[in-house]
């Protein structure tokens, strides 16, 4: 019985070894046949490179570390003489709004601020959302200013400088005159329809 037990023992054992060389020998020949494939042509995704990149250091024995390369940062130039030529202050400072975060209800902080391609015109988004039309060829001074009704996305000159296209928040697109501020039309950006 003894005997029996051993023998029975010694070839679960020499079973055991064999599956781990069959395995080895598998995996060997898997890697012998990626060795025989070619990179595409394509370019490669991150699975592909990382195959690639370990075949390499299995034919040469070497480990690839890639290096970081410290990115070197020039210091921007500012200009030196700055003035300030004109600032709304009447219309930033008593703002309290009943929207909002409670940190930005007494903050008129402005969005977005652009100027048309003849440099005559200025369009200014802020938070409490109205769009502002500034004249900057004489006097600098709010022409007009229209309430968008929620929160402004993003506002552009139309292509001659004649208008101002402005989005917001669950609102048509509006073209507005620029210098009087009418609305010329409004659009819907989901189906292309014109109103107005």
Known sequence: MATELNQLSTQSQSSESEGVEEEKIEKTEKLEEEKLEEPPARPMNRKEKRRLQRLKELETGEIVVKKKVTEVLEVAKIPKRLEKIFCDTATFSS???????????TNNFVHFSLQNPTGTHAIVGSQDRYIRVYGLENEVAVQWKHNTGNLILDSCWESSGKGVFSTS??????????????ILGAYNGKDAGVSG
């Open 95 to 105: 703002y309290s709004a009943k929207f909002g975060y409670s940190a930005t209800r």
């Open 169 to 182: 928040k669950l609102r048509p697109i509006q073209l507005f005159e620029t210098e009087t501020g009418t």
